[in-house]
């Protein structure tokens, strides 16, 4: 059945706007609607500060429009209303960089929270990708990531730390539980060359889980380190969503070599993204960049690219913040499809172009490895890769 743009505006004139007044569309708050393949994407402008707020508005426009007749799938953005092209409430610029990098530390200076913590045996370096809010594509980044690791010829594993909602068995399409080498140590579950530990592989799906600080400590502590890694170049841990007290405590236990901060180009993402990359440096963990996933859109029966979400807020911000800025992933169904198969699109279509983004993310990731690794080479244990 074909859908149309009026059907789907008809439709979105029934979600009230974000003060109960009007609709979304009289309020002038949604994008241009582009369908393609029976599929509806479009944003929502709101004011940055109510993001989170509005987030129950988002998914209602979301789901009226799924239940048209006709709608394979929609994906709907919240967007921050532009002021003055720039961010809103953004913070003072931080002070430029110092002329020479002082690195190791000055005897007088108290030991770096990073080179206090032991590391796990075989694995040479462990980062993390963390975002400062839930549902940018953080845990699909970590994965295709790892696999762009891997297809470099890195070995390579992922640690799903997201104990909230633990993506990794579904997205890899793993079925089973890890068996024990001992009783005690566990063997990582393996898939497409990856090896693979998950919060998921321990607990039923059903199972409510309310883990606090301390429980999800011990979890991580326990993937970490309770199981049998075996020699790794690279382990890729996936953080769980957000900025609080959690996320911190992981930040600070696992001995990271690294973070990657996944945002959306909206302005208001960004201001998340911003929390996640200060909490890295509050723990003395080096930012190896910023990914811009969901960056933009291309039609499908034109290959004509649209920035409906605002493209290019990342690159702006870390630019701005001195960040590397790691790659823009764009808006892609067959990301979602992929990922709900269980067929990550670096492994479903290695030779395609959004592979090609992934790969490209990865090298840079890389390339920033090396770089730490050789300016805090006095500090630690070299990390060579073959
Ligand atoms: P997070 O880990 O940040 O909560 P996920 O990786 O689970 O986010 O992604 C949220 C949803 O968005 C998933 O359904 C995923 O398939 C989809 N998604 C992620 N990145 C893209 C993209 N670039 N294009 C289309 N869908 C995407």
Known sequence: MFISKETVLEK????????????????????????????????????????????PLRSAAERAVKALPGVAGAVVALTAEKKGGGMEAAPPRPAPPRPAPARPAPPTAPP???????????????????????????????????????????????????????????LLGIKGKPTTVDGKILRPMEKYGLKVMSMGFLVEEETPMIWRG??????????????????????????????????LTMAQQVPLAGAVIVSTPQDLALIDARKGLNMFKKVDVPLLGIVENMSYFIAPDTGKRYDIFGHGGARREAERLGVTFLGEVPIEMAIRENSDAGTPIVVAEPKGPIAEVYLGVAAKVLERMRAESASSSTAGPAIVFE
């Open 112 to 170: 770096s929270t990073q080179s206090g913590k032991r590391g796990v045996p075989g694995i040479e370096a462990i980062i993390a990708v963390a975002s400062g809010k839930g549902g940018v594509g953080k845990s699909t980044t970590a994965v295709n990531l790892a696999l762009g690791l891997a297809a470099l010829g890195l070995k390579v594993g992922i640690l799903d730390a997201d104990i909230y909602g633990p993506s990794m068995p579904k």
């Open 214 to 247: 301390p429980m999800v400590m011990s979890a991580l502590t326990q993937m970490l380190r309770e199981v049998e890694w075996g020699a790794l170049d690279v382990l890729v841990v996936d953080m769980p969503p957000g900025t609080g007290d959690a996320q």
């Open 12 to 55: 979105l004139r029934t979600i009230k706007g974000p003060d109960f007044e009007g609709d979304i569309v009289s309020l002038g708050l949604v994008s241009e609607i582009f369908i393609a393949d029976a599929k509806v994407f479009f944003s929502i402008t709101v004011p940055a500060a109510r993001a989170q707020e509005l987030e």
